[in-house]
């Protein structure tokens, strides 16, 4: 029989064992998920990191280097034979190919060459016109739901006495957060495409991604506002101050990083989602970059690619094979990665500040 | 400064201003302040307004949905289509019966080929994966093994074909009978497609004289009058056009009269099957083939009280679209506009990513809470946050490029074949985009239920260990009952989050619109189906603006954020009736 270390050490009991193995079975559920997660991400990153990395080119001029991959437009991918050698190649480069050595096949009295060649849709370029589509989607619809949203919460917590308008308020906001994003696109695009006339615009995508981010900033802001001390407002109150200078002076400059973190949350949904966006501002295919247009007004009424709605094309469109493959995974990549960096961002902040703020 | 509304104090000392003035603007009577509490409060009314906007929209769209789908459905009955289909429905119930009968012979054949074929089966795989292995490796083997393991194969095929030979010359007599089952409902057939001509006939007509009424209204707006003229309506007079329809009946009643004969004439001698022990299943289906005929009179019931002219009612066109179980666009014969199906295929992919899901997050977060360190706890829970932070989109093209294909892959391992369903071989299926809905429903499961057992009150728990409990007695019997309500409001938004999850459900769930095989038992998870939210993302941008299909997808669009407000409803309402109270 061994003796425990010290008197106090608790008998593995049979009921310490089963709790014990509880115990390890909630962890093992734990790690479960963390392993799910992780296998996305790095399969994900894997993949997907060698076709953007893989695509630096050094150039003749300032600042000598580029990234093809994250500055050009997507072109169709052509892959053919060639003097034995089996080449893939972008439209413009494939074009170029083709009539140089039909010319210099020519000139040197031969027939012509024939080019056998499969073709990929946007499976070569880059994906630039669709980062460019969606920062421009983010930046719109964070500017409308911030403004809407830190308004709604400076009524709701400073203003607001218990009452049914503000209960009805706060039913609405609860509901809203539940409402499907596709549902959003198509309220988006029964309201602004279709009766507002917009057609599939930067500015239909703009209200509804930010119509459907408005309950996240909004809960996000009041929370940040609730967290500065009551003191603060009856000391401004008690000094003559009135509610908005109090306000403007002793609340928002303290609630506001909270607010702007919390935020940050808000950025990453709408960045990622695609679903409002497929029928309200997203073009399979653009030719022109946004700021290309003839009139500032064009600007607004125009669709634009998206890095989500992109990857919803290239894994959905086209076949799986190992040509396609790297734009899909190369796009998956950046989007995953802006994503997961915004998040990641509010996160840390969040926790960050929870710690700062002591009052 | 005298005025006559100021009284002059009897004094006359001019009072002193104010040492602070406020200044008073007002504008439509509100003070400044006053003005930004209606500009705040107005914001907040957004979030309301945003609310009625969707659902005014939504039922703009898709309110006129049930209108045309009525005059779809006055169409498929006055053209005749209805009729036809009664029919049809007649055809399609004997197609079934000889399905089955195909069924019992690939059991015969499987059965048979068991009994007598195992060692014919284990030397041709035998024979097989020798040839496969000196093929492969083409250095290693001598040419002289790999012809001896080639003559091998071809002799183990031979004795493979030999026997299915004999198999298939026992159950001659059985095939003949088939045959004859099977030819017996070719005259109905025939009559079927004879009428379904005539029937789409009548029915194109009719809606290219409708095309040519709004154009002619078109015309007349803009003023051309001339163009209007020249554009000739010939109106269909349904009643006269299915006349030539309905006029079949006696020929019809023939024609069933020797189809009937012809049935209970073959199945009046059954054939006797090889395998005895499936003899009980060819007698089930004797049984089956007479009920099957005394269905007919009720078929010639029907048709022949069967009145173009009936109208069809409101309550018939939600009901095709509220119970209808078939979705069925851009068809020669009657498009169909049944939420069934999709209904049911978000559910069943719901249910499985919440069997996941559930006990994956609801463990880790009282893991996480209860069980785990401070340091882990500060680890971990940023952790499955981010997870969140995933968009669907890239899981949709996770699940394609990588999940589908290595579910695929696990379920054709042979010891994993127990579990229903396995193997299998599409590779989005339910199961695929449930696996993946799982992973977006676990974040939030997690922090929800967190939060709820995080806000049991300590007291509880110091009692519960005052009073002896284990750790794991306190969390069993205490703090989850105490956090239950919180924990299924958290399952309950999981569930909406699932429900109304777009982009992974359309590509990976397969997309196939057909109720599931739910007669499969758990291997309905992995049929492909195809969801609400899939639906209207996959067809919205191929439909004609204001077409029955548009407003269809509307309608479905509506179904969902019903469906959505009423699981928030709920969720809230379950946590505002069990909160326990502090005491």
Redesign the interface.
Known sequence: MSTPAHPFASRPTA??K??NA??W???V??Y???L??LA??G??ILKGSSTVFGAFKSTEHFPYVTNTFLSEAPETLYVFEDGGVKREMGDTEYRAYRESRIASALAAGEPAPQFKSESYVYSAGGIWPCIVGTVLLVVGSMAIAL??GV??A???S???KDGA?VR??RL????????????????G???FV??FDWNVSLLAGWFTLA?MV??VV?TASEEALKAVPQGFREGSLAL?A???QTIRSNVLPYALPGILTSSILGI?RV?????PI??TAAYVVRDKLPWDVEKVSDFFFQGVMAL??H??VV??KIP?NEYT?RV??GT?FV??GI??L???AS??LR?NLRGRYKW | MPSDVQPVSPDAVPAKPFAVRKARTRFFGLTFDECIRVFFGGNAFVAVIVLALITFFLFREGSAFFGQNRESLRVYRQAGLEYIDIIRQQEADHTALTRYLFAIRMKVVATLREERGAVIQADLEAAKNAVQQLAGAEGGATSTTLVSARARLAEAQKADAALGASINGELAVFDTFAERYSDTVLPVRGLVSDLGEIATGIKSRYIENEDYKVARSQFIQAGKQGEADAIQLREIDFKTEVAAITGILPAYQQINGEFTAALQETVRELPVLPVASLQPRLDRFKVLTQDYVAMFPGIEARLKAWDPLTPVTWSKSFSSFIFGREWLTASFWQDWYGVVPLFVGSLVISLIALIIAVPLGVCAAIYINQVAGPREQKLVKPAIEFISAIPSVVLGFFGIAVLGQTLRALSQFESLSWIPGFPYSERLNALTAGVLLALIAVPTIFTLAEDAINNVPRAFKEASFALGASRLQTIVRIVVPAALSGIVSAVLLGLGRVMGETMVVLLCAGNRIAIPDFTAGLAVAVQPVHTMTGIIAQEMGEVARGGIHYRALFVVGLVLFFIALLLNYLAQKIVRKYRISVG
């Open positions: 009921g310490r089963f709790e509880t115990f079975f909630f962890r559920a734990t479960i998920i963390l799910a997660g996305v991400f399969d994900i403004t809407l308004a709604s400076i009524f709701l400073e203003y607001a308008f009805f308020v609405a906001i609860l509901n809203l957060a539940g409402v499907p994003s596709i549902v959003f696109g198509l309220f695009f029964g309201m279709i009766f119509f408005l309950p909004i003559g009135t509610k908005w990453a960045a990622g989602e695609t679903a497929m029928f989500p709605y990857i919803y894994s959905s799986q493959s899909q995974y998956a989007f995953l994503v997961a915004i998040a990641l996160i840390l926790n």
